[in-house]
């Protein structure tokens, strides 16, 4: 069965210091790959995805993650944290063809510190 | 376009009740996925339909439901309830499709508290 696993369940950096959130996949079959974030009482925004194509992959926000099917990685990284990307962050894969089933990991909670 | 919308935002219920939440996708999306978020197993998913068909199913038992209307608005109905149902629910909207590339929108969730 297809999972992530996320390195670290929280995350410290000083603003404008690089953000680096782990991913790694495990698919026996080429996965759909997405970040999302979440703030306080609020739902999920899809910070970025990777299906096919081009590995290194931008978002919103600044935020990028670049594919790497040797290493089953999927890492976001943001070059500056800013003070408002204090949130939790998670890593999710869709096996092709199964619609819209997501699979998460358990989630980073990023902390920004001046 | 308006996003996705949940009805109620917040509910409390007693043990062996049951309830109904609502989810409004955004329009023109014919695909809904619940979800549940809790500290203890994170986020798991539910199901999905499509078109008022249900086209996924997670690992949850029979006491959870779903229904999709033909304007794709759907609900999801829990009876029974335990305690271990407290939990944020969340549901997504995407145009649909079977590949799984399409993004999926999510709604602000339903925080549910069972007592």
């Known amino acids: 069965a297809q999972s992530v696993t996320q390195l670290g369940s929280h995350v410290s950096v000083s603003e404008g210091a690089l953000v680096l959130l782990r991913c790694n996949y495990s698919?026996?079959?080429?996965?759909?790959l997405f970040w999302y974030v979440q703030y306080p009482n609020q739902g999920l925004q899809l910070l970025l995805k990777?299906?096919?194509?081009?590995?290194l992959v931008k978002g919103i926000n600044g935020f990028e993650a670049e594919f790497k099917k040797s290493e089953t990685s999927f890492h976001l990284t943001k070059p500056s944290a800013h003070m408002s990307d204090a949130a939790e962050y998670f890593c999710?894969?869709?096996?092709?063809?199964?619609?819209?089933?997501?699979?998460f990991g358990t989630g980073t909670r990023l902390q920004v510190t001046l | 376009k308006a996003g996705v919308t949940q009805t109620p935002r917040y509910l409390i219920k007693t043990r062996g009740q049951q309830v109904t939440l609502s989810c409004s996708p955004i329009?023109?999306?014919?695909?809904v996925s619940w979800y549940q978020q809790t500290p203890g197993q994170g986020l798991q998913f539910l199901f999905e339909?499509?078109?008022?068909?249900?086209?996924n199913k997670g690992n949850f038992p029979g006491r959870f439901s779903g229904r999709q209307f033909s304007n794709s608005r759907s609900e999801m109905n829990v009876s029974t309830l335990e305690l271990g149902d407290s939990a944020l629910y969340l549901c997504?909207?995407?145009?649909?499709?079977?590949?799984?590339?399409?993004?999926?929108?999510f709604g602000p969730g339903t925080r549910l508290t069972v007592t």
């Open positions: 997504a909207s995407s145009s649909g499709g079977t590949s799984g590339k399409r993004e999926q929108y």
């Open positions: 698919s026996s079959v080429p996965p759909y």
């Open positions: 990777y299906t096919t194509g081009a590995t």
């Open positions: 999710a894969v869709i096996i092709t063809g199964t619609a819209s089933k997501l699979t």
């Open positions: 329009s023109g999306h014919r695909s």
């Open positions: 339909y499509f078109s008022e068909t249900q086209r």
